[in-house]
């Protein structure tokens, strides 16, 4: 790189000549710096240095991730089951949120480990207790699309206070079909992604 800012435009032969290394050896560090966006090469002209640091190159990489490369798979269950059975499955399937559907199977709400744990504290019959009468329902759900950026998500998980935000995606009509889920383990995962692309 100090061979490139001191004397780019240079190409990859001139800079293997003074590390007397040969241009093949050279090859895969220059792609590597390339790709990182220290350096840019330009045919014929040769390598030059961008001048950026890496604190905008980590920006820019950020602004590159999107919902649809860390979603993972949803779990739902129907507005009609009980929240017996609903904390059912959010045992055996493993995750803090549940997303709810109706019968055509377009999102009405979610529900929370807490939305269950207070409804369990109560003196309700919990297998003859439905979901929709304890989850928190639409129009007040977060929800993001899989083309939307990962960064807007994750400052709708802080900002909202919430832990899972449904990805979704609208019909015609506006009803939306639930088909995957961030949370905070999929922010967490980009996360360390970007760390050790660096
Ligand atoms: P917990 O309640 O277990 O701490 P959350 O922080 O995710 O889990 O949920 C807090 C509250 O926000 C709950 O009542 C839950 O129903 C609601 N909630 C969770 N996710 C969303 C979302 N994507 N949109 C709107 N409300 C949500």
Redesign the pocket.
């Known amino acids: 790189m100090q061979i490139v800012k001191d004397n780019g435009p240079i190409t990859g032969e001139q800079i293997a000549d003074q590390l007397n290394l040969t241009r093949a050896t050279l090859r895969p560090d220059l792609a590597i710096l390339t790709m990182a966006g220290y350096l840019d090469a330009r045919p014929r002209v040769g390598y030059f240095y961008t001048g950026k640091t890496g604190t905008q190159l980590l920006t820019e990489n950020l602004n590159k991730i999107y919902v649809k490369d860390y979603q993972s798979i949803p779990v739902v269950v129907n507005e009609n089951v009980s929240v017996y059975d609903a904390i059912v499955t959010m045992f055996l399937e493993d995750v803090?949120?549940l997303f709810v559907v109706d019968e055509n199977t377009y999102l009405v709400g979610?529900?929370?480990?807490?939305?269950l744990l207070r409804a369990s504290i109560g003196k309700q019959e919990l297998s003859t207790l439905p979901v929709n009468i304890i989850?928190?329902r639409m129009p007040?759900?977060?929800?993001c699309e899989k083309d939307d950026l990962l960064i807007g998500v994750a400052k709708d998980l802080i900002h909202?206070?919430?832990?899972?935000?449904?990805v979704v995606k609208k019909t015609e009509s506006g009803d939306m079909e639930v088909t995957g889920r961030i949370t905070k383990t999929n922010i967490t995962k980009a996360f360390v992604a970007l760390a050790e692309e660096e």
């Open positions: 803090g949120t979610v529900l929370s480990r807490k939305d989850m928190t007040n759900i977060t929800t909202k206070q919430i832990d899972s935000v449904p």
